[in-house]
């Protein structure tokens, strides 16, 4: 039996294939869930039509969380077309790429700073407004965002983007605390790093995809798919306990603080 069957989830953060939502959507699809889907701008529309039509949805709405206008329109929609959610998936991280090279003394800008914040950490709240009595119509539901292990240890470059991940981090805490009473849960996957174009914007990115894969536990690095599998999970009644919480589908990175095989090279 696929563990959503029938559930209504709504996916954000599809830019192309690559991207993290793509595998979420995937495998949910796979476990027997109706997906919803929102496009950024009318440059990503189409992308976002043909991904929607290869999972057999007819919902495809724009939303740029910058704009409370998309947020109600959103909202509106939703109601009408399915009136309940079961699922939301937040996958929407964005800062400036001056932002995002060199030591943050000397790139951090305050409107970088809220720039990066606004789309990468308060929307999560703004999307939980805007869905909330959709999700709280639902017995159980549930509401999944994607973080990175910046917003704990250091990496160059990540600057300003790792604070807005620590934000979106007590967002989690703060939403679950909040929701949990009317039946919502809410979690995020803290996944490891994954060639996406989000992630073409971070400086040495293809370094730090090697790094990542000689020191985590596995050996190598997680896809798409993993991600997606950990979401599908997090969405269904078999994570009926959990909220609140931050799961790392890293390969193991974040445990090991030295390597063996570094100590052999
Ligand atoms: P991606 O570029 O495929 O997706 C980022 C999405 O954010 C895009 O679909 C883009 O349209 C959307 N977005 C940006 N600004 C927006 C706005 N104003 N309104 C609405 N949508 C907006 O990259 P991805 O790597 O799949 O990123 C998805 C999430 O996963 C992000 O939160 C990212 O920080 C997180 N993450 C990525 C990695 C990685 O290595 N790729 C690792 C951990 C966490």
């Not at 959503?4 to 192309?16: F, M, N, P, Q, Y």
Request: glycine letters at 6%.
């Amino acid at each position: 039996m696929p563990i959503l069957a029938d559930k209504k989830i709504l996916i954000t953060g599809i830019a192309s294939k690559k991207s993290i939502a793509y595998g979420i959507a995937k495998a949910m699809h796979e476990q027997g869930a109706q997906l919803a889907f929102t496009y950024q701008n009318e440059r990503l529309k189409s992308r976002v039509e043909a991904v929607a039509e290869e999972f057999g949805s007819r919902i495809c709405l724009p939303l740029d969380v910058t704009q409370q206008t998309d947020l109600d329109n959103l909202q509106q929609a939703l109601s009408e077309q399915w009136g309940i959610l079961d699922g939301v998936v937040h996958a929407i991280a964005y800062a400036p790429a001056n932002e995002l090279q060199g030591k943050i003394t000397d790139s951090c800008t305050r409107e970088g700073f809220q720039i990066a914040h606004d789309i990468s950490a308060y929307s999560l709240i703004a999307l939980a407004q805007a869905c909330q009595a959709l999700l709280e119509k639902a017995e159980q539901s549930s509401i999944i965002t994607l973080t990175y292990n910046a917003s704990q240890q250091t990496v160059p470059s990540y600057n300003v983007m790792a604070m807005a991940k620590a934000s979106l981090e007590a967002g989690v805490r703060y939403l679950a605390a909040d929701m949990g009473p009317q039946g919502v849960r809410v979690n995020a996957i803290s996944a490891g790093p994954i060639k996406t174009l989000a992630a073409a914007g971070i400086k040495n990115f293809r370094t730090m995809l090697n790094q990542n894969a000689n020191k985590s536990a596995l050996g190598r690095n997680v896809t798409i798919d993993e991600v997606g599998n950990t979401a599908a999970f997090l969405a269904s009644t078999l994570s009926s306990g959990i909220t609140g919480e931050i799961l790392y589908v890293d390969a193991g990175y974040r445990n090991i603080s030295m390597s063996a095989q570094s100590l052999e090279s």
